[in-house]
């Protein structure tokens, strides 16, 4: 089972994003010893990520995370005797620009391969190093799509996928929300469809009830290709104690505001697509909004491995993270080098075998789990976060009972 698509079509305050990273290529080799005598030259690790376009908002972030991660590693000695060197060049959410930044990453010798937020974007390039016998990893992919089940046994992804997510998000909903739920399906894109999909399964067989699935979809420019009025009217109708939004911005962030100026006070959940506070500009009193996520950037969060981060993340951009999901680019290397040691090796198939081996291994992302058949985590314990009067707060982590993969 896949699903095709990751968070894509976001382009507002992009800019607050990419702090960090050159929109062009960069070499984070800086502030570290040089290579150990038993390298000839530092292991490539080359980035194909959006630095600008829509997924800049999400790459971008990981990307700054992962030379953070390349940094503290080459400080602490590097990997197998060799320093690692992390080259990124923007692919401009382009997919054939993409697969040929790839195509010139392995050629120049890369050992991995980090790639766009999106399983769509980012098919191309991925393809081309799983092709070529490198690892390939997207830092916060949210399907199974980077795995065996889409002919990509080199690819991995160290994000929390969608059956996971969605699970987390029906089941603190029944049990902390209410046992009746109207669903707000963004039908643009897969992560989606699929959230609303295993959501709905997953609160059924809780016991709970869906008094109605409101669709809609938005534009490729991340707006509302037309208004959620009818929707709207129609959640009121029918009083659920619930609303899972499974969108993202901006048609998402005005759903949400159509659903609040409509009177609708309706507790409302969502997961990391609506992760942040950059969508909600309009909103500064926002209350009763659930967020599903990484982890929490408000300076809340109670595992150290995520505030160490955060305030490295600040140091080095000069700005607060904006949403969470760039912990996973530094557990992107943390990953790779825990697998380069254990395999002593850099050779892809060595990489994929040591990481399919992985059993709650303490990243930044939390804990991290593979097999022969899954390369994205389902199980992992995800951040809610409240909203009360426009300002973001840690409630708990807590991992999904029983993740559930949507058959529609």
Same mark, same amino acid.
């Given at each position: 089972?896949?699903?095709? /698509?990751?968070?894509?079509?976001?382009?507002?305050?992009? *800019?607050?994003?990419?702090?960090?990273?050159?929109?062009?290529?960069?070499?984070? +080799?800086?502030?570290?010893?040089?290579?150990?005598?038993?390298?000839?030259?530092?292991?490539?690790?080359?980035?194909?990520?959006?630095?600008?376009?829509?997924?800049?908002?999400?790459?971008?972030?990981?990307?700054?995370?992962?030379?953070?991660?390349?940094? /503290?590693?080459?400080?602490?000695?590097?990997?197998?005797?060799?320093?690692?060197?992390?080259?990124?060049?923007?692919?401009?959410?382009?997919?054939?620009?993409?697969?040929?930044?790839?195509?010139?990453?392995? *050629?120049?010798?890369?050992?991995?391969?980090?790639?766009?937020?999106?399983?769509?974007?980012?098919?191309?390039?991925?393809?081309? $190093?799983?092709?070529?016998?490198?690892?390939?990893? *997207?830092?916060?992919?949210?399907?199974?799509?980077?795995?065996?089940?889409?002919?990509?046994?080199?690819?991995?992804?160290?994000?929390?996928?969608?059956?996971?997510?969605?699970?987390?998000?029906?089941?603190?909903? #029944? %049990? /902390?929300?209410?046992?009746?739920?109207?669903? #707000?399906?963004?039908?643009?894109?897969?992560?989606?469809?699929?959230?609303?999909?295993?959501? %709905?399964?997953?609160?059924? %067989?809780?016991?709970?009830?869906?008094?109605?699935?409101?669709?809609?979809?938005?534009?490729?420019?991340?707006?509302?290709?037309?208004?959620?009025?009818?929707?709207?009217?129609?959640?009121?109708?029918?009083?659920?104690?619930?609303?899972?939004?499974?969108?993202?911005?901006?048609?998402? $962030?005005?759903?949400?505001?159509?659903?609040?100026?409509?009177?609708?006070?309706?507790?409302?959940?969502?997961?990391?697509?609506?992760?942040?506070?950059?969508?909600?500009?309009?909103?500064?009193?926002?209350?009763?909004?659930?967020?599903?996520?990484?982890?929490?950037?408000?300076?809340?969060?109670?595992?150290?491995?995520?505030?160490?981060?955060?305030? $490295?993340?600040?140091?080095?951009?000069?700005?607060?993270?904006?949403?969470?999901?760039?912990?996973?680019?530094?557990?992107?290397?943390?990953?790779?080098?825990?697998?380069?040691?254990?395999?002593?090796? #850099?050779?892809?198939?060595?990489?994929?075998? +040591?990481?399919?081996?992985?059993?709650?291994?303490?990243?930044?992302?939390?804990?991290?789990?593979?097999?022969?058949?899954?390369?994205?985590?389902?199980?992992?314990?995800?951040?809610?976060?409240?909203?009360?009067?426009?300002?973001?707060?840690?409630?708990?982590?807590?991992?999904?009972?029983?993740?559930?993969?949507?058959?529609?």
């Amino acid at each position: 089972m896949k699903f095709s /698509k990751g968070l894509g079509a976001v382009l507002v305050t992009a *800019a607050l994003f990419v702090a960090g990273c050159s929109s062009t290529s960069s070499s984070t +080799e800086s502030e570290a010893p040089a290579a150990a005598a038993a390298c000839e030259a530092p292991i490539l690790i080359g980035a194909a990520m959006a630095q600008t376009g829509f997924m800049s908002p999400f790459d971008a972030p990981a990307l700054t995370t992962a030379q953070i991660a390349v940094d /503290k590693i080459n400080a602490e000695g590097g990997v197998n005797g060799c320093q690692l060197s992390l080259e990124a060049v923007d692919t401009e959410t382009n997919p054939d620009k993409g697969q040929q930044i790839a195509t010139d990453f392995i *050629a120049k010798g890369a050992k991995l391969l980090l790639v766009t937020c999106d399983a769509d974007i980012n098919a191309k390039s991925a393809q081309v $190093a799983n092709t070529a016998g490198v690892l390939v990893i *997207a830092p916060c992919v949210g399907s199974t799509a980077m795995g065996p089940d889409n002919g990509l046994p080199l690819g991995f992804s160290l994000g929390s996928a969608v059956p996971g997510e969605a699970a987390i998000m029906a089941e603190y909903a #029944f %049990e /902390k929300l209410g046992k009746t739920a109207t669903l #707000f399906k963004d039908m643009s894109i897969a992560y989606t469809t699929s959230q609303c999909d295993a959501f %709905e399964a997953r609160f059924k %067989e809780l016991g709970g009830t869906v008094k109605s699935v409101q669709q809609f979809s938005q534009t490729q420019a991340g707006k509302l290709d037309k208004p959620v009025t009818a929707q709207v009217a129609n959640a009121k109708k029918d009083g659920a104690a619930v609303i899972a939004l499974c969108s993202y911005p901006g048609g998402g $962030a005005e759903a949400q505001a159509a659903i609040r100026g409509a009177g609708l006070n309706t507790p409302i959940i969502s997961g990391f697509g609506m992760d942040g506070a950059f969508w909600r500009a309009a909103d500064s009193k926002l209350n009763d909004y659930y967020v599903v996520t990484y982890a929490s950037v408000w300076g809340d969060d109670p595992n150290p491995k995520v505030t160490d981060l955060l305030a $490295a993340f600040q140091t080095k951009t000069g700005s607060p993270a904006g949403t969470s999901g760039l912990i996973t680019g530094a557990s992107s290397v943390e990953a790779f080098a825990l697998a380069a040691t254990r395999a002593a090796s #850099f050779d892809g198939a060595a990489l994929a075998g +040591e990481m399919e081996k992985f059993v709650n291994e303490d990243l930044t992302a939390g804990p991290t789990s593979f097999d022969s058949t899954l390369h994205v985590n389902v199980s992992r314990p995800m951040a809610v976060l409240k909203i009360t009067d426009g300002k973001d707060a840690f409630v708990e982590y807590r991992a999904a009972v029983k993740p559930t993969f949507p058959t529609k």
